[in-house]
């Protein structure tokens, strides 16, 4: 399979003949000194620091693992989080099963029953503050009601155009 | 004490152009041989910087520059981001050596800085980049293997061969900083597979995957030059 490359390696080896000019260590060298007499005293401060902690951290060599880890504790986190914020508030409807009689506008207190407001039986809209559009017994019955804080909900548009 | 550092480190001296194709490869210049390093050499010169002997770095320095020069030079393909590019890879070497605790070889070592910075610099050049265009250098007139390739019964004249090589430098430009980086160290500075995974911190297996990924572009593009 490699002498498939044979040519093509040929001329790959032909590039190391792209050598920088004779003299050329020489120089380099005298530009390291002065460079390094440059920058010795400019590299104080914050720019010192940076350099230290930025040869620190070229130094040091993280393995890959440990990046899928990391990830993998981040995701669980996330849907730890998610779970625990975004977990409905599920707030408790007023149901029973047995049927409930119907409150007696004689018998209306301040208060409302709970009893009176149970979604299986008929609901006596005396005893509530809020109107409520009464279409008939039948009606009511397949009527969904909904309860929002012991109060139904009301069939009226709160506006009208 | 330069000059002698220089002349303690350099190896045999360049060879002249010649304007014969046909003269004998009577001294054949391998710019890479004279770099091989002395592992015993290198340890005492780590460990008198070590002690504060500024000169000992220098020789470091005169010893490695050229090799590494051609490191950086065909991973980022402009002379004036290599030089800088060299500057910055010794300057980290010389304020990190303290650290340096001879785990490995200073060769490996200064190897695997100047890969790591390379690759961070071409990240962050992107393709905001001019290669520098160069005739190949002196000496390869002598190289055996240029000698043959030009012999050939398909014969590619200087000129071809020339263009050839600038779509080589170009299809190299295309590969991965990455792909790029083995195709130096392996096909161009002969590294073998060991000390190339040392270098770049991954298996031998990779390397020889990313080596035949990246010759199978560079031949694939070649080969669509060629078709022209």
């Known amino acids: 399979m490699e002498d498939d490359f044979k040519e093509l390696q040929t001329l790959l080896r032909l590039k190391r003949y792209e050598q920088p000019p004779p003299g050329y260590a020489e ?8 460079r390094k007499r440059w920058d010795v005293p400019q590299k104080r401060g914050f720019a010192a620091i940076s350099e230290k902690i930025s040869d620190w951290m070229g130094a040091i060599t993280i393995p890959k693992y440990a990046y899928a880890g990391t990830f993998g504790i981040f995701a669980v986190a996330a849907v730890a989080i998610n779970s625990f914020i975004g977990a409905p508030v599920t707030r408790p409807l007023v ?6 009689a119907a409150v007696s506008s004689a018998q209306t207190t301040s208060a409302v029953e709970p009893s009176a407001l149970a979604l299986n039986g008929p609901l006596d809209m005396s005893a509530l503050d809020t109107p409520f559009v009464n279409q008939g017994s039948a009606a009511s019955d397949i009527r969904p009601r909904y309860i929002l804080e012991s109060r139904p909900a009301s069939y009226e548009a709160p506006f009208s155009f | 004490m330069t000059a002698a550092l220089s002349a303690l480190f350099s190896g045999k001296p360049s060879v002249r152009r010649t304007t014969s194709k046909s003269a004998a490869a009577s001294a054949k210049v391998d710019p890479m041989e004279e770099a091989v390093p002395a592992q015993i050499e290198d ?7 070590q002690a504060g002997d500024a000169e000992a770095f220098d020789a470091l320095i005169l010893k490695y520059s050229q090799r590494l020069y051609g490191l950086v030079y065909h991973m980022t393909s402009n002379h004036e981001d290599t030089n800088d590019l060299l500057q910055d890879i010794f300057a980290k070497a010389y304020r990190s050596i303290g650290g340096f605790q001879g785990k490995s070889s200073f060769y490996t070592w200064i190897h695997s800085i100047s890969v790591n910075m390379t690759i961070n610099f071409l990240k962050k050049r992107g393709r905001r980049f001019h290669m520098s265009l160069d005739d190949i250098d002196g000496g390869v007139q002598n190289d055996k293997e240029f000698i043959e ?4 019964s398909d014969p590619v004249r200087d000129n071809d061969l020339l263009e050839l090589q600038q779509r080589l430098n170009e299809a190299m430009q295309k590969l ?5 980086a083995v195709v130096t160290m392996f096909d161009i500075q002969g590294m073998p597979h060991a000390e190339i995974s040392k270098i770049l911190g991954v298996s031998e297996g990779t390397v020889r995957s990313r080596l035949f990924y990246a010759h199978r572009q560079l031949q694939n593009y070649l080969e669509e030059f060629r078709k022209r």
């Open chain 1, 27 to 34: 120089r380099f060298l005298k530009e390291f000194h002065r």
């Open chain 1, 95 to 100: 149901a029973s099963s047995a049927p409930v």
């Open chain 2, 43 to 49: 340890s005492e010169l780590v460990t008198r910087t």
């Open chain 2, 176 to 180: 991965s900083h990455e792909h790029r």
């Open chain 2, 149 to 152: 390739l030009t012999a050939t």
